[in-house]
């Protein structure tokens, strides 16, 4: 005699289906937003200085301009975090820093960003080459990498003054969205701090007739 499969368990998922008793949705980490910045905790007046040193956006190099952090977990492997992620685009945060670091730390009589219609008499312009949490090898870091340009404006057009590359390996402790931008923070203010001090070695007089 062959007998037929029960449909009780049938009726019971639905049941509890209709109920609520069972979810289908799937849950998913909530998106926490960070901010990247460095400042001064003094501020120091200008004594004499009369140049001014326009700021330029700083821009940032393929796979690290998104406000998605980036991880680094191979030799050649890289991940994404889509639920970590910038307040803003990191380039524009790096810019503010900049700026602002400067134009409280003396060394010029004023400190103007891209958009300003003060004459310069010198350009700053950067790019961040890499930007991101090293998780290889067990010892966490905040990885931060940037060249800075400094120009002189000239007669028959911008100079070079002084070209640097500064890198940062700040370790962390352990993984974690709070720690890596803590180290970033650590990173960009360190790298603002050797910044002012290759500045502070030359004569940045201003233009004749500013």
Request: hydrophobic content about 35%.
């Amino acid at each position: 005699m062959i007998t037929k499969p029960s449909v009780a368990p049938y009726g019971l998922l639905f049941l509890a289906l209709v109920t609520g008793c069972v979810s289908l949705e799937r849950a998913y980490p909530e998106k926490k937003l960070y901010s990247l910045e460095a400042s001064r905790t003094t501020r120091v007046s200008p004594k004499g200085a009369r140049s001014v040193l326009r700021v330029n956006d700083f821009q940032i190099s393929p796979g690290y301009e998104k406000r998605e952090f980036v991880y680094r977990v191979g030799d050649n492997r890289y991940e994404s975090d889509f639920y970590r992620l910038f307040f803003t685009p990191p380039s524009r945060m790096v810019t503010s820093s900049v700026r602002d670091w400067l134009a409280n730390s003396g060394l010029f009589g004023n400190v103007v960003g891209s958009g300003s219609l003060m004459e310069s008499d010198y350009v700053l312009e950067g790019s961040v080459q890499a930007m991101y949490g090293d998780y290889r090898g067990g010892q966490p870091k905040a990885v931060l990498k940037v060249q800075t340009l400094l120009l002189r404006e000239g007669e028959r057009g911008p100079v070079v003054v002084r070209q640097k590359n500064f890198e940062e390996a700040i370790p962390i402790g352990e993984e974690g969205g709070d720690r890596l931008v803590k180290g970033w923070n650590t990173g960009l203010k360190n790298i603002l701090k050797s910044l002012e001090g290759e500045l502070k070695g030359l004569d940045l007089k201003a233009t004749p007739g500013s």
